[in-house]
């Protein structure tokens, strides 16, 4: 029998569906945060009145679900049947962060293809006008991460019927908003909260009899999986965790999921953060210098970043290194030193990992 033979023998799956495990999936229904969705459903309500409706800063800590329940909110806004359209935008500011990639995305979504050429000014014009045909609800999510704020001024002024969802980490980030998007946009505060224990337990129970077959998991196992994410209260570690003990059972032909392969998952995943695979590739990329460079000053790390080919400013190096200190990705420790200033030393090693609990 050859290699294969052998291997696909015992390889009947223990996944139903493995991309049950991914971030983006959606599992239906959406448990525990009703209370919140109907908040959100509020903000919006006014817009089927034909009145402008109500702004949400939506905040809480990584991986508690704001992100998937805007989205469902978002989802049911479009099979909804009402006489009037309500057009929903979603832009993750991660990835677009400046007016244009802003603007850019909002052209994608309406279908509009004629942006070759044309400054910020001129496409932003051209969406509020189209906008205006119908009243929209905006997402901006991870907005803390946008650089300049124009589209978000643009909008507020220049849009008349909008609901106007903000999703970040910090609600401290209104306090350093410019005044004048501050006042008019003078949202109420959403404030997500993490789950408790049981709610994890059933999140993942939920996640569990979707992506895996029956009767394969050890109730141990199952447990320390829930205990990790209760701990890390992000609940991408509980998924992580699950695929990747199912990827080790599978590679050992286990046909359960035991105790001894959740500890090896937890060992292996501590060599990742737990929302390293969200970021873009050059954050990403000076993830991994730090982590290789672990303890050094910023200016060192700035020096091994350019000398493996890494092109961005040392402004916009260092505004990505605060903004992977922000996602807890990194640490940063200011110090006395330099020429009688000061300078910070970035440690990867400082995060907490799986294992530290
Ligand atoms: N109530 C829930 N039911 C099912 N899955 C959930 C629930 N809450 C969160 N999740 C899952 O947890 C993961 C993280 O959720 P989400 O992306 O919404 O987090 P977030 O609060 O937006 O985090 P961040 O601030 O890091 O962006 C997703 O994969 C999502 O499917
Ligand atoms: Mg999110």
């Known amino acids: ?32 945060r009703d209370v919140e969705q109907r908040f959100m459903a509020n903000a919006i ?8 409706g109500t702004h949400l800063l939506v905040h809480g800590k990584p991986g508690i679900g704001k992100t998937i329940a805007v989205k469902q909110v978002l989802k049911d806004l479009e099979e909804t049947d009402a006489d009037l359209e309500i057009l929903p935008i979603y832009i993750n500011c991660w990835q677009k962060n400046t007016t244009y990639k802003v603007v850019i995305e909002i052209c994608e979504q309406i279908g509009y293809r004629l942006t070759q050429n044309k400054k910020t000014e001129e496409l932003l014009k051209i969406v509020t006008q189209k906008l205006n045909s119908s009243a929209v609800v905006f997402v901006f999510d991870e907005i803390d991460k946008v650089e300049d ?28 908003l410019d005044p004048r998007i501050k006042s008019r946009l003078n949202p109420q505060l959403l404030d997500f909260k993490p789950y408790n224990n049981l709610e994890t337990k059933g999140i993942l129970e939920q996640r569990k009899e979707f992506a895996f077959q029956s009767n394969i998991w050890d109730n141990e196992a199952f447990n320390i999986v829930v205990e990790k994410t209760v701990i890390t209260k992000d609940i991408r570690s509980g998924l992580h965790l ?25 060992r292996k995943l501590d060599e990742l953060s737990v929302k390293d695979l ?3 590739e050059e954050r990403q990329f000076i993830l991994n210098i730090v982590k290789l460079n672990d303890g050094k000053k910023i200016g060192d790390i700035y020096k091994v970043y350019q ?20 996602g807890k990705f990194i640490s940063v420790k200011v110090i006395p030193g330099g020429d009688g200033g000061s300078t910070s030393i970035i440690s990867y090693k400082s995060v907490k990992k799986l294992t530290d609990f």
């Open 149 to 176: 704020y124009d589209f978000l001024y643009t909008f507020l002024e220049q849009i008349y019927k909008k609901t106007i969802l903000l999703i970040s980490n910090y609600k401290e980030w209104l306090i350093q």
């Open 278 to 280: 969200g970021l873009e």
């Open 1 to 32: 029998m050859g290699l294969f033979d052998e291997m696909l023998k015992d390889s009947e799956s223990l996944f139903k569906i493995v991309d049950a495990l991914n971030f983006d999936f959606h599992p239906k229904p959406l448990k525990y």
């Open 45 to 52: 309500k006014p817009l089927f009145m034909e009145r402008d």
């Open 242 to 266: 699950m695929k990747t003990s199912g990827e080790i059972a599978e590679g050992v032909a286990s046909r359960k999921i035991k105790k001894n392969h959740v500890d090896a998952a937890i």
């Open 307 to 326: 000398e493996n080919s890494g092109k961005s400013s040392y402004k916009t190096f260092r505004r990505k290194i605060d903004d992977l200190a922000k």
